[in-house]
């Protein structure tokens, strides 16, 4: 690939969207909290490309959620989990104020399937889905309270998410980005280099993270729920063994917030971003 074409490739903006607020004890976020409640943005992603396309890493929240969660099992969810969601905040339409479409929503990644990520997907008909065939296994094979009990509203997914998705599989994850060391295996997840994932496991079963060289910009690290704040990877604050309560790994973990924290010293104009840190929310509106 001649560099120019390369350079064709490049998503030239990045949106950071936060579509709402949910609240969880700072102690089980990261050792070193107080066990105080803290609000936490609920994050998503908008790169935009040269011809005005949108790729949206994740979808938030929308208000599909609180509808969803009126009734059991589902309800289950809300009641261990407060949430702040508004109508406005939805990733739909936060893109319509900045001037696009739902049409104009080419490509939607989800990192993993947890219900705050997955809350817009039904928003997008045109968009084509990329996740872990690990991700997508481990979701397609639940229902009611068992999908539940694992953070999956299935409700918010497209019935034909499958026949729109293309699945990463194991082998597809070959490609070694020297800079992006000690991570070592990362897929070309959309073939064309504008973005690479690599497997993020622990929190939930097949995450994916997702690594983007921006024109102009710094690049970034979005590292889906790996870990909760930044503190985590800047100083291996690790999660409470709690979570072992409802997270799939909890020594997968804790060993890709250490991979993190190595690439966060390594690679200091790496802008690495957790989809629920207010700090990292912050810091990119510099963006
Ligand atoms: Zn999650």
Redesign the pocket.
């Known amino acids: 690939m001649c560099l120019n074409s390369a350079l064709n490739k490049m998503f030239k903006n990045i949106h950071i969207l936060n579509t709402g607020f949910c609240w969880a004890r700072g102690r089980i976020l990261a050792a070193g909290q107080s066990w105080a409640e803290q609000k936490l943005p609920v994050l998503c992603i908008a790169l935009e490309d040269a011809q005005g396309h949108i790729t949206l890493i994740d979808t938030g929240y929308t208000t599909r959620f609180l509808q969803i969660t009126k009734y059991f099992p589902e309800k289950l969810y809300a009641l261990a989990t407060a949430v702040d969601i508004q109508e406005n905040q939805s990733a739909l339409r936060q893109l319509q104020g900045l001037g696009f479409s739902a049409k104009d929503v080419k490509k939607i990644v989800a990192t993993?399937f947890?219900a705050?990520?997955t809350g817009g997907l039904l928003d997008f008909p045109d968009a084509t889905f990329f996740c872990s065939e690990r991700a997508w296994l481990h979701t397609k094979a639940r229902s009611g309270l068992n999908a539940v009990r694992k953070?999956i509203l299935k409700a918010q997914i497209p019935a034909d998410f499958a026949k729109r998705a293309l699945l990463l599989k194991n082998q597809d994850f070959s490609i070694k980005l020297p800079n992006l060391y000690p991570f070592e295996k990362w897929a070309d997840i959309f073939a064309d280099g504008s973005a690479f994932a690599v497997m993020l496991e622990g929190?939930?079963a097949g995450?994916i993270g997702i690594f983007i060289p921006l024109l102009n910009q710094k690049p970034v690290f979005v590292v889906?729920?790996a870990c909760w704040l930044s503190i985590s990877f800047q100083k291996k604050a690790y999660p409470s063994s709690l979570v072992r309560l409802f997270i799939d790994d909890y020594a997968a973990l804790k060993t890709n917030i250490d991979k993190i924290h190595a690439l966060f010293q390594n690679y200091p104009e790496l802008c690495i971003l957790p989809l629920h840190c207010a700090e990292a929310w912050v810091k990119s509106a510099s963006f």
């Open positions: 993993h947890h705050d990520h953070g929190h939930a995450q889906s729920d």
